[in-house]
């Protein structure tokens, strides 16, 4: 899909694809990815003063406007309005009136569609399972129209960040931060974007950019210098015809319980993976994870990978929610194996908090094969601090 410039006419406005914004320093660490890969794909803009705000609201309006951009869908000319509340003249009216015609978005029972009204969790769900095709999950005991929407999110790992179904909270007015992390993840689900886009060569994440600003003068790229050292840029490569496997992944996360853990803990399993290549080998060049709950990534000083008990990457320090960890050299695998997300916690962690490392797509494991099916909505175990 061909995406196109993000223009929010009430809150954004036309300006130039921004590597930073005013008020950066406001966006959560959590939601930085995705904010500043959508508006690399020129999803989102930010407001004429260079800002975000990433934690005002989102109106009915506006994120109508989101998701026809988001998905590519061509605009469908305003004819006769099928709410009373929307002015032709408006610069929403195609908008809505595309998203009403693909069947997305309803209106009220008095025929109004409210466009400035700040959308809620609920509908951002039937939107977002309605525009991506996502399947649904209707339960018989369902008793709001919205749950088989919620439920088709838990189920796709597309629920709010840290959100579980139990805290849902289907009217709340989530802010910008959230939706932009929402959106992300379901345009990545379809592919939209490479799994590995984040560790792009010439891509610097805001924390690697004050790291830079402390090395030596004339030293402009952080690279390792022996295999020991921290990988804090992933270089994707091209893989030749002759190199492409055609073997099929499958991968499952190995139910791991809660555990405790103490400042200081070392040699901690963070995340069991079971991998099991069928129709041929494989080679695994690493994996991307992704740190969520009310933890921080700072409570964890290294993360290292094994393989069937074998040290098979450098101990990386964590320097955002998301890490990828290259291998010291690709790893071929043709039976089945189990790979572990290993860790030591650091003696300053924040005590009475809880992570868990997850793996959010099959595609979130570098390997040379384009043939990789998995299913684990946000499995693994609780790291609880003490």
């Given at each position: 899909?061909?995406?196109?410039?993000?223009?929010l006419?009430?809150?954004?406005?036309?300006?130039?694809?921004?590597?930073q914004?005013t008020d950066?320093a406001q966006?959560?660490?959590?939601?930085?990815?995705?904010?500043?890969?959508?508006n690399?794909?020129?999803v989102?803009a930010?407001n004429d003063?260079g800002?975000?705000?990433?934690?005002?609201k989102?109106?009915?309006?506006?994120?109508?406007k989101?998701?026809?951009?988001?998905?590519g869908?061509?605009l469908?000319?305003?004819q006769?309005?099928?709410?009373?509340?929307?002015?032709?003249r408006?610069?929403?009216?195609?908008?809505i009136?595309?998203?009403?015609?693909?069947?997305?978005?309803?209106?009220y029972?008095d025929?109004?569609?409210?466009?400035g009204?700040?959308i809620?969790?609920?509908e951002?769900g039937?939107?977002?399972?309605?525009?991506f095709?996502?399947?649904?999950s209707?339960?018989?005991?369902?008793?709001y129209?919205?749950?088989k929407?919620v439920?088709?999110l838990?189920?796709n790992q597309?629920?709010p960040?840290?959100i579980?179904?139990?805290?849902?909270?289907?009217?709340?007015?989530p802010?910008?931060a959230e939706v932009f992390?929402?959106?992300?993840?379901a345009?990545?689900r379809?592919?939209?974007?490479s799994?590995?886009?984040?560790?792009d060569?010439?891509?610097?994440?805001?924390?690697?950019q004050q790291?830079?600003k402390?090395l030596?003068?004339g030293?402009?790229?952080?690279?390792?210098?022996?295999?020991d050292e921290?990988f804090?840029?992933y270089?994707?490569e091209t893989?030749?015809?002759e190199?492409?496997s055609?073997a099929?992944?499958?991968?499952?996360?190995?139910?791991q319980?809660n555990q405790?853990v103490?400042p200081g803990?070392?040699?901690?399993t963070l995340?069991?993976?079971?991998?099991a290549?069928e129709?041929?080998s494989?080679?695994?060049?690493g994996?991307?994870?992704?740190?969520i709950?009310?933890g921080?990534?700072?409570?964890?000083a290294?993360?290292w990978?094994?393989?069937?008990?074998?040290?098979?990457?450098?101990?990386?320090?964590?320097?955002?929610?998301?890490v990828?960890?290259?291998?010291?050299?690709?790893?071929?695998i043709?039976?089945s194996?189990?790979?572990?997300?290993?860790?030591?916690?650091?003696?300053?962690?924040?005590?009475?908090?809880s992570?868990?490392?997850v793996l959010?797509?099959p595609?979130?494991?570098?390997?040379n094969?384009k043939?990789k099916?998995?299913?684990?909505?946000?499995?693994?175990?609780?790291?609880?601090?003490k």
């Open positions: 899909m061909i995406l196109r410039l993000l223009v006419a009430l809150f954004f406005s036309v300006s130039p694809i921004q590597a914004f950066q966006i959560p660490d959590w939601a930085e990815t995705s904010i500043e890969k959508l690399e794909a020129e989102i930010g003063d800002s975000l705000k990433p934690y005002a989102i109106n009915r309006a506006e994120f109508a989101i998701l026809i951009e988001a998905t869908t061509d469908i000319k305003f006769n309005s099928q709410f009373n509340d929307i002015d032709p408006a610069w929403h009216s195609d908008y009136h595309t998203a009403k015609q693909k069947g997305w978005l309803d209106g029972p025929g109004s569609f409210r466009p009204n700040d809620n969790r609920a951002i039937k939107l977002i399972i309605e525009a095709e996502i399947p649904q209707p339960n018989t005991n369902d008793q129209w919205f749950d929407y439920r088709g838990s189920d597309l629920l960040y840290q579980t179904l139990a805290e849902f909270n289907p009217g709340y007015n802010s910008r992390d929402q959106l992300y993840r345009m990545q379809e592919g939209q974007f799994s590995f886009e984040v560790e060569p010439n891509y610097v994440s805001n924390r690697e790291l830079i402390a030596p003068i030293q402009t790229k952080l690279e390792p210098e022996t295999e921290n804090l840029v270089t994707p893989p030749s015809a190199s492409v055609n099929l992944l499958n991968l499952k996360v190995i139910s319980t405790t103490l803990d070392i040699n901690k995340l069991s993976l079971n991998l290549p129709e041929g494989m080679n695994i060049k994996i991307q994870i992704r740190r709950g009310k921080q990534y700072t409570d964890f290294e993360l990978v094994e393989l069937n008990g074998q040290v098979i990457s450098p101990k990386v320090t964590p320097v955002s929610d998301l990828y960890i290259q291998f010291k050299l690709p790893k071929t043709s039976t194996s189990t790979l572990l997300v290993k860790g030591n916690i650091t003696k300053n962690a924040q005590s009475e908090t992570s868990r490392w959010y797509l595609e979130w494991i570098n390997t094969t043939r099916v998995g299913f684990f909505p946000l499995s693994g175990g609780d790291i609880e601090i």
